[in-house]
């Protein structure tokens, strides 16, 4: 499934990220699934209980990205460029991989479910040990040299 593409500026429509499917909304927009109001084009952010997610014109590509990670459901991986593909930029893969790199120590973002397009972990020593792990954690087999199989594990939005 495509998603829509995000709102065009000035126009008052969303696309809304809720789980794994996305939906194109005009506001006010009321979510049927958590029964939240998003009454204003400016409202951006998590539906209740982080189910999903608002992505609206005046997101910047960064919070596009922080969104679209944020909605990678556990045990499941995707690609930098399914990212950048899903947040309206199909040729920024490296730009993804870049927001991700420079998220805040601490960040709970589940940064380890991005993976280059062959299905491997583009990270090198500790920091590929470390994102192995998280995934082990989820349930995703890596070998050895943090291959993935995509086949398997991929989400796509």
Request: aromatic share 8%.
């Amino acid at each position: 499934m495509n998603p829509p593409a995000i709102a065009t500026p000035g126009r008052t429509t969303v696309v809304f990220l809720h789980k794994t499917r996305f939906f194109t909304a005009p506001l006010p927009f009321y979510c049927t699934f958590c029964r939240h109001s998003f009454p204003l084009p400016a409202a951006s952010g998590y539906c209740m209980a982080g189910k999903g997610a608002l992505v609206t014109e005046q997101d910047t590509f960064q919070q596009r990205i922080w969104q679209i990670v944020a909605a990678i459901p556990t045990g499941k991986v995707t690609t930098y460029g399914d990212v950048a593909r899903l947040a309206g930029s199909p040729r920024a893969a490296r730009q993804v991989g870049g927001v991700l790199k420079r998220l805040p120590a601490g960040s709970r973002l589940p940064w380890h479910r991005v993976i280059n397009r062959s299905g491997e972990i583009s990270l090198k020593g500790s920091d590929l040990d470390r994102q192995r792990n998280a995934l082990l954690a989820e349930g995703v087999e890596v070998d050895s040299s943090g291959k993935i199989a995509l086949e398997r594990y991929r989400w796509q939005g």
